[in-house]
């Protein structure tokens, strides 16, 4: 077997999940899979994103950095009024808040990993799969901060007390880790819904379609990754343990998906956006459905793991971020 070539998988529909020795095939299987592919598809930030072509150059005034429809911000009157090289500005200003919020996750996840990958036993295969997936979120993080650089634009990331607390979720990944990769799937699952809305989007600037579709491919690993641990480790822990998951979830997702698809406040600060009129679009039927839909794949997951108890389907659809009426699940 050469250095790159990961074991042979095994399909996943021919093996018995009813059981820990089914899990854990499928996800060693799995496992192997992914990091075959992170060595045979991966991406380095500077060689592979053309910064200095003429057609990528950052121009704040560039129409391609105008909202999408379905952004809060977009939907107020303010927004609308403002003449199209402002709106421009305002739109170029929300995507570099948004990487520089989505490096600091992953910087988050990065460490949680590393404390991971530190307790593990010698052959297990997660051990190599952690270690590509910290490489590729680096790339993440180095790819965003120079497009924010380029950008010109100062933004601010998670506040304060939320990098505080950040030590309290890398913990996690060590004593807790079940609950841990729902706090990943929390940050990456809504990301990762927005940003193929925006790739969906008529005219999208070159440099910012470069980015996202190099970060959409590398996530769908660490998504499914991530949903896999999930699969094998929630039938695994205490009752008690797997009834905090349920009720901790959807309060999770419910602060989650809103940090990662609504305008900041210190982005509202700095643009001079009223935040009454921010926070009424927040609440229009739009940003309702777009907080369901960035959630769907997560609620699904949470139901096939059992985690989708009564308690818990109310607290779903509560923190906004389940149908108000209707299966829960798709």
């Not at 490096?103 to 404390?115: A, C, I, K, P, S």
């Not at 506040?159 to 990944?173: L, T």
């Not at 926070?279 to 769907?296: F, G, H, I």
């Not at 009564?310 to 779903?316: E, F």
Request: charged share 25%; net charge neutral.
């Amino acid at each position: 077997m050469s250095l790159t070539e990961a074991p042979s998988t095994v399909a996943p529909e021919t093996v018995d999940v009813s059981t820990d020795e089914g899990r854990d095939t499928v996800f060693r299987s799995v496992v192997a899979r992914l990091s075959r592919q992170s060595v045979d598809k991966h991406f380095d930030a500077y060689t592979d994103v053309p910064w200095d072509d003429p057609e990528m150059q950052v121009r704040a005034d560039d129409p391609r950095f105008r909202l999408i429809d379905v952004d809060p911000l977009a939907q107020t009157d303010w927004y609308r009024s403002l003449p199209d090289a402002e709106q421009a500005r305002v739109g170029l200003m929300r995507i570099a808040t948004g990487m520089r919020i989505g490096w600091e996750f992953e910087n988050v996840l990065q460490r949680g990993l590393l404390l991971q990958a530190f307790w593990l036993t010698d052959c297990e295969p997660e051990f190599r799969y952690l270690h590509h997936e910290v490489i590729e979120e680096s790339q993440h993080t180095m790819m965003f901060n120079e497009f924010i650089s380029r950008s010109g634009m100062k933004v601010k990331g998670l506040p304060f007390p939320r990098k505080v607390a950040s030590a309290n979720v890398v913990r996690m990944a060590r004593h807790f880790p079940g609950l841990f990769f729902l706090f990943v799937l929390g940050g990456e699952d809504p990301v990762d819904h927005v940003q193929r809305l925006h790739l969906q989007a008529d005219d999208v600037h070159p440099l910012v379609r470069t980015i996202m579709r190099i970060h959409l491919t590398e996530e769908a690993r660490h998504l499914s990754f991530a949903r896999q641990y999930v699969k094998r480790e929630v039938p695994r822990i205490p009752r008690w343990r797997r009834t905090v998951m349920a009720l901790y979830a959807p309060v999770l997702f419910g602060l989650m998906t809103r940090m990662m698809v609504f305008p900041s406040r210190s982005l509202l600060k700095s643009v001079g956006a009223p935040v009454d009129q921010v926070r009424r679009a927040e609440r229009s039927d739009e940003s309702k459905q777009l907080l369901v839909d960035a959630t769907a794949k997560t609620r699904k997951l949470v139901a096939e793991a059992g985690l989708m108890t009564p308690a818990a389907t109310v607290l779903w659809r509560r923190m906004g971020i389940a149908p108000a009426t209707g299966p829960v699940v798709d």
